[in-house]
């Protein structure tokens, strides 16, 4: 039995999003003894090929086509259907891109089963690994055990695993799979690439960040705690009431309807903790909550809670920063 890390390939190397899912594999082979293969399917591949140098990783592939200069489902599909038969792997993962939302299921019909998706974490109970994901807006965990023969496909949230790191190790050989499949498979023509956004930011790799809630009152007052996020070296962000106003881009929003983080140190100013928030940022090292309202939901995951005016509060927190930077 191995576990296969199915990554797309950019020819900007690994995103945060793939390292999470390598992490992730790393985790559960370590904990059962299973193999780790990585494939990087797309015209980069083999550029990509080469970021896996120093990491535990048993084998690469690179999987590359002229069919596969753009991406389509009926491609990807085709090529990864006879690879993973090829490879045949008991555990396959993906990051939970766009991408693969679009395709995954498709692929996982092939074999008679399903996507496990946005997995948030996973366990071991007598041998049987148990796969654990959020329903309606992170109210509801679920466990999801599997039935049938493997392979078993999972999508990996990003930041769901908080610190996890990748683990250091020999650099693995570098193989070449070369996939046999002809144009008349691709039913669709390919369009541009779908963004929800345009970001100015990606929160997901900021390693400190400063979010801002409704309990800032009014726009203008935002630029008192941008001001924190930038002595600090770290991004602005906000929940949702803050983007839902127009205060702040939604590119800035963190939660179940924005993005999912988990820096080194996340400063809650203002922000109750409603679970939609929680769910974006609950992989955070070290939380600081600013809240005037000692029963706030958020005190109840913060690492330290200040409980007082967030005004009196940031702006105190701004002069000891500008001291020390002195």
């Known amino acids: 039995m191995s576990i296969l890390v199915i990554l797309e390939a950019g020819k900007d190397g690994l995103n945060r999003s793939s390292r999470d899912v390598i992490a992730v594999a ?9 193999p780790i293969q990585v494939a990087c399917i797309g015209k980069d591949a083999a550029v990509v ?29 085709a090529v990864l259907k006879a690879f993973i038969r090829h490879t045949d792997p008991f555990l396959v993962l993906f990051p939970h891109s766009y991408r693969v939302r679009d395709y995954a299921p498709k692929l996982a019909v092939c074999f008679g089963t399903i996507v496990a998706s946005d997995v948030i974490g996973h366990r071991w109970e007598n041998g049987e690994l148990i796969i654990m994901r959020r329903f309606f807006s992170g109210k509801l ?12 496909f999972l999508s990996i949230q990003t930041g769901a695993y908080g610190a996890t790191s990748i683990e250091e190790g020999d ?14 498979i691709i039913r669709s023509k390919p369009s541009d690439l779908f963004r929800e956004a345009k970001q100015t930011v990606d929160l997901a790799s900021a390693t400190i960040i400063v979010a801002v809630g409704r309990g800032i009152k009014e726009k203008e007052k935002i630029c008192l705690v941008e001001k924190l996020a930038l002595l600090l070296g770290g991004e602005l962000a906000a929940s949702r009431p803050v983007c839902d106003n127009g205060w702040l881009p939604l590119d800035r929003q963190v939660g179940s309807s924005g993005q999912t983080v988990s820096p080194k140190l996340y400063i809650a100013v203002g922000i109750s903790g409603a679970i939609q928030h929680l769910v974006g940022m609950k992989g955070s090292e070290t939380v600081i909550a600013i809240n005037k309202d000692p029963d706030a939901p958020i005190f109840d995951i913060a690492d330290y809670g200040i409980v007082g005016d967030l005004f009196g509060v940031v702006q105190a927190l701004i002069e000891e920063v500008e001291k020390v930077k002195k």
């Open 26 to 34: 790393q985790q559960i082979g370590r904990e059962n003894g299973m």
């Open 49 to 77: 090929g080469n970021y896996f140098a120093g990491m535990r990783i048993n084998r690469v592939f690179t999987i590359s086509h002229e069919l596969l200069e753009m991406y389509t489902p009926d491609a990807y599909t």
């Open 141 to 152: 965990n679920v466990d999801i055990r599997f039935s049938g023969k493997a392979p078993h």
């Open 171 to 184: 650099s693995a050989p570098i193989e070449v799979w070369t996939p046999d499949i002809t144009p008349t």
